[in-house]
């Protein structure tokens, strides 16, 4: 779930920036929404781009999803969001981004929306 919350938070705050908004100021409404430390921690290493040092590297999140997916097969449920994180964090790992905080899986979505 932390995985998917990356996700959505790293595309929201490319279409942020992309818009030209700053995105401290649209962490304010998200965390107003949310009230969670989680949310307010990770916006704000994803808004400031500052992926290192990693607290939690993006190679283990990708293992995490992996095996969240080998789980899935093995009980027959679907879970695309999760397949959708796993392709992006290796995305971000082939572009050399493995040792990054796993919140670097915002990059993806950045320089998907050519920032």
Same mark, same amino acid.
């Given at each position: 779930?932390?995985?998917?919350? %990356?996700?959505?938070? =790293?595309?929201? +705050?490319?279409?942020?920036?992309? #818009? =030209?908004? *700053?995105?401290?100021?649209? %962490?304010?409404?998200? $965390?107003?929404?949310? $009230? #969670?430390?989680? &949310?307010?921690? &990770?916006?704000?290493? +994803? ?7 990693? =607290? ?17 097969? *093995?009980?027959?449920v679907?879970?695309p ?6 392709? !992006? &964090?290796? $995305?971000? +790992?082939? !572009?050399?981004? =493995?040792?990054?905080?796993?919140a670097? %899986?915002?990059e993806?979505?950045? !320089? *998907?929306?050519?920032?």
């Amino acid at each position: 779930m932390l995985a998917s919350m %990356l996700e959505a938070m =790293g595309e929201a +705050i490319a279409l942020v920036r992309k #818009s =030209g908004i *700053d995105p401290q100021q649209f %962490l304010e409404v998200l $965390n107003g929404l949310f $009230n #969670s430390p989680v &949310y307010a921690s &990770y916006g704000k290493v +994803i808004a400031e781009q500052r992926f290192e040092p990693a =607290g939690f590297k993006l190679r283990l999140g990708l293992k995490d999803v992996g095996l969240a997916l080998e789980a899935a097969q *093995d009980s027959a449920v679907p879970m695309p969001l999760a397949s959708l994180v796993r392709n !992006h &964090y290796l $995305n971000a +790992i082939a !572009h050399g981004r =493995g040792d990054a905080d796993w919140a670097a %899986l915002a990059e993806v979505a950045a !320089h *998907d929306a050519s920032l």
